[in-house]
């Protein structure tokens, strides 16, 4: 959610916050988040029921995949229209590799965290081997 100001005089926030002609602002959430113990029990250890208990426990909408309550999908007029065939289709792709293949990493373990700007992801150079099942 990139946004770039346009108007020669620049724009100023209700806040009183002005910001000049060609700045560049950036909407994200910070991935550090996903990891804060107080947001989540447990952050480091996989759980794979982590939000079905969420969204059995709390607002169901909050915690859901297509929700727009983490800026993920945008909000507002920007809100993507395709989320939820988006999501559908990533699920799908999820579970044809989970009941098709054998996943694992090259050397056994999970690739170390990569942490750039807001994002905190798997190092994307490390090897993961596919094998397809019999």
Sequence with gaps: M???VVSPSGFTFSTGVHLPYGATILGVTSAAASRDPEIFEN??????????RLRNSVDR???AF???????????KHTCPGRFFA???IKLLLAKIVMKYDVRTKDGRRPDDVCWELANSP????????RKRG
């Design 2 to 4: 990139n946004r770039r």
């Design 87 to 89: 999501s559908a289709e």
């Design 123 to 130: 190092d994307t150079n490390a090897f993961i081997e596919f």
């Design 61 to 63: 909408n909050q915690h």
């Design 43 to 52: 952050p480091d250890e996989f759980d794979g029921y982590r939000f079905q």
């Design 66 to 76: 297509s929700g727009t309550s983490t800026l993920h999908w945008g909000l507002g």
